[in-house]
């Protein structure tokens, strides 16, 4: 399992908190931080199975 996949599904854990802190003290800018965060690890997430996915071409 690619490296990427493991710390990208750890952003979208730690995204989604950060979201939700936000929502429930109605702080908008954690908020909105935490989407990003999710997002950035969905991205990442997904880098690492396109790499998973060349590596067990190449195999």
């Known amino acids: 399992m690619d490296k990427n996949r493991i710390e990208g ?11 939700a802190i936000g929502k429930l003290t109605g702080d908008t800018t954690t908020e909105a931080e935490g989407k990003a965060t999710k997002i950035e690890g969905k991205v ?16």
């Open 9 to 19: 599904a750890a952003k979208e854990v730690k995204g989604s908190v950060k979201e």
């Open 44 to 59: 990442q997430g997904t880098a690492g199975k396109v790499a998973d996915k060349v590596r067990d071409a190449g195999k």
